[in-house]
């Protein structure tokens, strides 16, 4: 009788065992199955955020191209030319907002368009006109590609300059010159945004391009 109780004892305590066994087993595999998927989201959120930054970056250099071809055609005296910011404002001074479109086939490659339905940065990604598209490894505004994460808006406004003072008008897309205002420079932003799950993230360059090199 006393064997027969041993062995029923020894037959629960491994039962025991077993389970406690296969518990810390379990809590191992999902422990390294949430550090995995912790690490790969982790890898993607860093990629985007990279990838996004360069977008941004790239904003800046686009406008700041169009300045230096413009200084360019002054040096040249190119008899067609306005003036130092050419390209670089609507031309009917009524939006601030604009998109960098690129264009391999044609020189200069980047032009700073205007011609984009949005009184405000959050229309121009509503209403998906700065979106950016993917092909042959370059993105871009061309609708011919793949539809990517990304938008872009370039946001351009006048800096002006009034008895020693400058101020910048983001309430305006000009200087009131009938206030004695002159404009100096302009203020670019270049904004990136990119949804993850139900979260909007944004990069944001900023830089002052001024009238002198």
Known sequence: MLSKRILKNNKGQNLIELVVAISIILIGVVSTLVLTM???????????QTIASNLAREGIEAAKQQRYNNWLRIESNDL???????????????SNIARADFNPASSPNWEINF??????????????????????????HNSSGVPSSFYRVITINPICIKSGIEIIRTDSAQCIISDGEEKIGLQVISDVRWRIRNSWNSVVFEDHLYNWK
């Open 80 to 94: 067609s030319f306005i003036d130092w910011d050419d390209g670089l404002y609507s031309i009917d001074n009524s």
């Open 115 to 140: 011609a984009v339905d949005a009184s405000a940065s959050d229309i121009c990604i509503s209403n998906e006109e700065c979106l950016l598209y993917f092909q042959n490894g370059i993105y871009s």
């Open 38 to 48: 912790a690490t790969i989201r982790g890898g993607k959120a860093s990629e985007m």
